[in-house]
């Protein structure tokens, strides 16, 4: 089974909201990820976590602020967007602690967010 | 720094034929992973196939086959028998160490 689940699939957010994504994995995996993912570009990397610590942020915006509050969970908590941060949310996990070449990502459907 | 290319912004094919989808990379690391992941429009990301740099063998799963070039650092993905669900974008990607690259993506269209 390789299965990620993420919630909400869509969320329409306020410039002064506060919301939060959430994404789940039972599979054992160690590491988990956040992507963000524009219309027609690849993914890029938010966020990684490794053995629930925090291990790799590639400088994104403190309106992003991640949370893993155990090994199978991990919350993207959203504040004071901005419309340019609209995009596809990915979560995804890996079996080892996230530093290997060979690990497999295996990802969830995404959560689609609209910053109004 | 690593770089990935895929320069097929999109292809056809016909379906029940056969499609490359062309990747090539750039890495000083000698070891690293190659991935191919197929996005339909619903969003999820789904793994397809991984090639190491050491292993000897192309990778293979079902319909999909990796031709993996090391010495051109290519890793064109090979998809036989094309069915009307395997119109979606096909992401490449490599990963040295924690850090996981895409390339741009090909958009596939399958013809009936």
């Known amino acids: 089974d390789t299965e990620v689940t993420q919630t909400p699939k869509h969320l329409v957010m306020g410039m002064t909201n506060k919301k939060s994504l959430k994404c789940e994995q039972h599979?054992?995996?160690?590491?988990m990820y956040w992507y963000k993912q524009k219309a027609k570009k690849p993914p890029e990397l938010m966020f990684v976590?490794?053995?629930?610590?925090?291990?790799i942020n590639e400088s994104v915006p403190s309106r992003f602020s991640p949370e893993c509050p155990n090994s199978s969970l991990l919350n993207l908590h959203l504040h004071a967007l901005q419309p340019e941060d609209s995009a596809l949310y990915l979560c995804?996990?890996?079996?080892?602690?996230?530093?290997?070449?060979?690990?497999?990502?295996?990802f969830g459907p995404g959560t689609r967010l609209l910053v109004l | 720094a690593q770089k990935i290319t895929q320069t097929q912004p999109g292809m056809f094919v016909q379906e029940k034929e056969a499609v490359t989808l062309d990747c090539t990379y750039d890495?000083?690391?000698?070891?690293?992973?190659l991935f191919w992941y197929k996005q339909p429009s619903s969003g999820e990301m789904i793994f397809l196939i991984y090639?190491?740099?050491?292993?000897?063998q192309n990778a293979t799963e079902g319909r999909y086959s990796l031709n993996f070039q090391k010495a051109r650092k290519s890793a064109n993905l090979v998809i036989s028998a094309s069915q009307l669900g395997d119109s979606a974008m096909y992401f490449c990607?490599?990963?040295?160490?924690?850090?996981?690259?895409f390339g741009a993506g090909t958009r596939l269209t399958v013809k009936p």
């Open positions: 599979m054992g995996h160690r590491a």
């Open positions: 090639q190491g740099s050491y292993d000897q």
């Open positions: 995804a996990s890996s079996q080892g602690a996230g530093g290997r070449s060979q690990e497999t990502q295996y």
């Open positions: 890495t000083s690391d000698p070891s690293y992973g």
């Open positions: 990607a490599m990963r040295v160490l924690g850090d996981m690259r």
């Open positions: 976590y490794s053995y629930e610590k925090l291990s």
